[in-house]
């Protein structure tokens, strides 16, 4: 007959195996987030989803994501109270000890890609690969726990972002051109409808309000050959024409247009690749594993930076629309070369400021704020796409790049992406200083 210390001894093993069961036999998560976001970047893509779109669905996925997580980190706060809107129902301490954190993480962001892509299969069928080598290895209250709070949190999630306007603008009117002269206008090869019009009414994650932040100094619209926008125009014709090797392929590895036209021929059709957004999210996720960063701070700054840049879509779109500025290839062919061309197509929406300059500008005042002013990387994100990897000595090297590569591609004004950077700096700034993921 066993003693009772014996006893006592066995029942504390038993609660040790179950306890730590969940590191001790389960895969390592090195790599996780960056993981979820590649199957998530793959559903965007596939889907082609316009820039401003898909900076929302990184948004809330990551959201989804930090808060599946934060709470394995003494030292990290939840978002919820902190964002527009956001208020979650929160496990007790003593509950969240009980789960597996990648599992919950898995769930909850999964769950909630799924709501907002079309071809959900795709991160379903991710999702339930990974969760059947969890289940195979956890006890099986633990996996039951974990995988009914990710989903909790999904729905959660998913209701938040209910409220946010999104549905009520897929039903307003096409914007009209104004027909004035100076306003933007349809460009070939498309002759599309302006993008997306009505983002500026999807509520921010941080900002007061879409136009929180205004563009200064825009100059006046103008024929007049001495005028600084015809000047500006001139230049970016330039620029553009004369472009060296080097600069038309920095310019190129930017491109970042989710579904690009080509035609041959009488066939037009379109390729689909990152999104601006999704540019940045491979950045923060290559920054991410070089500092071998925890799920949780990985997390945090993938956050982080989609928030900067879906509020930076937002703003930027405001006023894109409030200035509603001619974009330079209808410039030029009304008023200097009616038949020059710009390297890359055109897109459908006015010039003023310039989206990937804003955005590229918040993601990188957000990685530099949390990695560093000289965290050197290389920029591997569109390898998948047959460009080439790039290095760059900072976040704020390679925004800079962004922003140039517009005046290069021929479709912005040097004006456009100046104004760009400064408002993308003051949303990523903002973000910094409203979210305190840190206790």
């Not at 209701?159 to 307003?172: A, I």
């Not at 021929?265 to 540019?279: D, E, F, K, T, V």
């Not at 890359?344 to 300059?357: I, K």
Request: proline fraction near 6%; hydrophobic fraction near 35%; glycine fraction near 6%.
């Amino acid at each position: 007959m066993n003693s009772p210390s014996k006893i006592f001894v066995l029942i504390l093993c038993v609660f040790n195996l179950t306890s730590f069961s969940q590191s001790a036999t389960c895969p390592g998560n090195d790599g996780l987030v960056q993981k979820l976001n590649a199957t998530l970047s793959d559903a965007v893509i596939h889907d082609g989803f316009p820039p401003p779109v898909a900076s929302r669905i990184y948004a809330y996925c990551h959201v989804a994501g930090y808060e599946a997580v934060y709470y394995t980190d003494p030292g990290m706060r939840t978002l919820s109270g902190q964002l527009n809107g956001l208020n979650l129902y929160e496990q007790t301490p003593d509950v969240l000890k009980t789960m597996n954190s990648d599992v919950v993480l898995i769930a909850a962001f999964c769950n909630t890609a799924v709501a907002f892509t079309y071809r959900e299969y795709i991160l379903k069928d991710y999702r339930d690969s990974l969760l059947k080598i969890y289940k195979a290895c956890l006890p099986e209250d633990v996996y039951n726990r974990s995988t009914a709070y990710g989903d909790t949190l999904a729905k959660q999630i998913i209701k938040w972002s209910s409220k946010d306007g999104y549905k009520e603008t897929r039903n307003m009117p096409k914007f009209r051109p104004t027909g004035k002269p100076g306003s933007w206008q349809p460009t070939l090869p498309t002759l599309g409808d302006a993008l997306e019009p009505w983002w500026p009414m999807i509520r921010p994650f941080v900002l007061d309000s879409s136009g929180m932040f205004k563009v200064q100094d825009q100059p006046a619209f103008s024929t007049d050959k001495n005028s600084e926008y015809y000047k500006q125009a001139i230049d970016a014709m330039n620029m553009c024409s004369n472009a060296t090797e080097e600069q038309g392929q920095k310019a190129l590895f930017w491109d970042d247009n989710p579904q690009k036209t080509v035609i041959q021929g009488h066939l037009m059709y379109n390729i689909r690749q990152l999104s601006p957004a999704g540019h940045w999210m491979g950045i923060a996720g290559t920054a991410c594993a070089m500092k071998q960063l925890t799920v949780v701070k990985t997390e945090e700054i993938c956050a982080l930076t989609c928030i900067a840049m879906a509020d930076g879509f937002i703003d930027c779109w405001h006023e894109k629309y409030r200035t509603d500025r001619i974009r330079p290839e209808s410039y030029i062919n009304l008023y200097i070369d009616k038949v020059w061309k710009p390297l890359l197509e055109t897109p459908g929406f006015p010039e003023n400021p310039s989206a990937h300059s804003t955005i590229s500008a918040a993601a990188s005042e957000v990685l530099t704020s949390k990695l560093g002013a000289d965290f050197a990387f290389i920029d591997s994100s569109e390898v998948p796409f047959d460009k080439p990897t790039r290095p760059f000595k900072s976040f704020k090297d390679a925004a800079n790049e962004a922003a140039e590569s517009r005046v290069w591609l021929g479709i912005h004004y040097q004006f456009g992406c100046d104004q760009g950077i400064r408002l993308g700096e003051k949303i990523g700034k903002l973000v910094i200083a409203s979210i305190k993921t840190r206790k």
